[in-house]
């Protein structure tokens, strides 16, 4: 529906002209309309979603026409169910209700899993949102304390972080991702009275800001310590374009990480981590005026390098929410957000009904140098549009 808008504001001057004087289209203000447009049609990509997906399987991505899949220990297992509840919340269509239900039961035992880094991606953005839409389910609490228990058991003390991937006994890997599984550990704290889970948040994002940024704020993606000294051994990358370029999405994941430490300690230092953060990808000469980046902020052959609408997702929905702690800078943080999600929404990144798997977005970038997940739709980047345009209206920004 939202397509038809936009081809129609295209097809007519006077439609142009009108929208931009008014800002208005059907009474409402123009974006707002386009977030309720995106949400309808967020519920009808959904369903067909529904329908393609094996009984047992979790949406990854779709590529040459199929849909692929994984199982419940894939990193990315929450974001299905999460993005189902975010459209849940906006359009109170049951149907999608008892699909996220319905996957939440397939991922439940992952609460035990101790080898990944990533169970706030795979618990936080699953459980954590059925928890935000049902505040007294005792058993959505418990699976949240035992995954917080699972992830704290990757911490080391002598190194200061939570490990992120397992690899030889001498490697101690940190990737900049892991600050997004922060989050989890400061509800368990406030859920349960342990304050362990806290100190183990704050001590990684300590240790993170200490190795893991570059003078202009950029970040490397992985940091290899030894885990019986914590010395750093290696500054490196494995989803970037080099070992010292800016991969998006990883520079995404710290300026999203920072801004929930900050609204967990309210410590202004990471409120300036944050502000940096932003300031690198904002001002950077290499992200496009539609402010959806390249794959990587260095990425060889800029201008045509691949886009990642996944990091855009990340960026909006992480600035909408920096926007509200950083008052010199929320205009333009909450016009960048606007900016993104308004291009996200047209058809160039957003798929027609029916068509993309069932995605909502097209164009995001999962590993340029493994060549896997190329140009393609992934779960993450429906999942912190749908958060970015929850989080926009709940700030009624215009
Ligand atoms: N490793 C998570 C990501 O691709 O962002």
Redesign the pocket.
Known sequence: MLQQVYKLILLSPFLISAACKSQQLGGKPFLQNAISYNFKDADAQYKVMMKNLPDDKFPKTFQNDTLRTSNSGW?CSGFYPGSLLYIYEQIKDAALYDEAKRMLGLLEKEQFNTATHDLGFMMYCSFGNALRLDPNNEAYKQILINSAKSLASRFNPKVGCIKSWDSKPSDFLV?I?NMMNLELLFWATKATGDSSFYKIAVTHANTTMKNHFRNDYSSYHVVNYDPETGAVQQKKTA?GAADNSAWA?GQA?GLYGYTVMYRETKDKKYLEQANHIAHFILANPNLPSDKIPYWDFDAPGIPNAPRDASSAAIIASALLELSTCSKENAGNYVSVAKTIISNLSKPEYKAAIGTNGGFILKHSV??LPAKSEVDVPLTYGDYYFLEAMTRYKELAVQ
Do not use: A, L, P, T
């Open positions: 990193w990737i991702d989803q999405r994941w999962g590993s």
